[in-house]
């Protein structure tokens, strides 16, 4: 499975948008880039899914570049309640494999 | 749907003595898997299931960890006997392989374990 590297922290400030970014170099060829948001307490939820290009849906926005070795998860607008770890993940879809969770990115928003 | 359910949401138990986590995936998914959380090691996968089937057991830190999935709506996950170093938040989650690239897996509240 492909490592991904992320920063570890990141601040931001409601009304911002936020952009964190994911390294992964050794992207396969079936490979997809997934991201998961987890708050205090609470188990990971799916926030989107990539394989090339850009992804959008009513949470966030995925950019993936034309090389995949690395993707930026864009959220707009964050409010308090987007503070949370974000965890960015590559593996093969369907019944081929799972997933590796790395740190994920410590995202504070600020009032 | 109620979601991937968890039991019990809270374990506070000895060393040494058995622990059984439950699991209820959500209806019609076929693969399940085991996670635990800790402040030290993030969130490890321990083993995952497709079709009640062991798949990666890779992540079971120790014999005294065993899983089992005897149909396709229940799960546990046994540690006997437990030691301190096993207190975690240990998570479920299921999902779905019919979506090629799909990877949506749909996590439960978590059970968390306190080994004393």
């Known amino acids: 499975l492909a490592k991904t590297t992320q920063p570890i922290s990141m601040d931001s400030y409601e009304g911002q948008e936020v952009n964190i970014t994911c390294s992964h170099n050794n992207i396969a060829t079936n490979d997809y880039i997934t991201w998961y948001q987890q708050f205090p307490s609470q188990g990971p939820r799916f926030i989107i899914q990539g394989y090339k290009t850009k992804v959008t849906n009513e949470v966030a926005s995925l950019f993936i570049p034309a090389d995949r070795k690395s993707s930026t998860l864009s959220l707009p607008r964050v409010s308090l309640s987007d503070t949370a770890v974000y965890y960015c993940l590559v593996g093969p879809g369907g019944s081929q494999g799972n997933l590796i969770f790395g740190k994920g990115t410590k995202l504070s928003v600020k009032p | 749907d109620a979601g991937v359910i968890q039991s019990p949401r809270h374990e506070v138990t000895e060393m040494g003595q058995e622990v059984t986590l439950r699991c209820k995936p959500i209806s019609g998914h076929n693969s399940l898997f085991w996670y635990r959380q800790t402040m030290m090691r993030g969130l490890e996968l321990l083993i995952y299931?497709?079709?009640?089937?062991?798949?990666?057991d890779s992540g079971m830190p120790e014999d005294r960890f065993s899983a089992k999935m005897p149909n396709a709506s229940f799960s546990t996950l046994k540690i006997q006997p437990s030691e301190p170093r096993d207190s975690a938040v240990y998570f479920c989650?299921?999902?779905?392989?019919?979506?090629?690239?799909?990877?949506?897996?749909?996590f439960g509240p978590g059970t968390r374990l306190t080994v004393l």
């Open positions: 989650a299921s999902r779905t392989t019919g979506l090629q690239g799909y990877n949506e897996q749909f």
């Open positions: 299931f497709n079709n009640n089937v062991p798949i990666d």
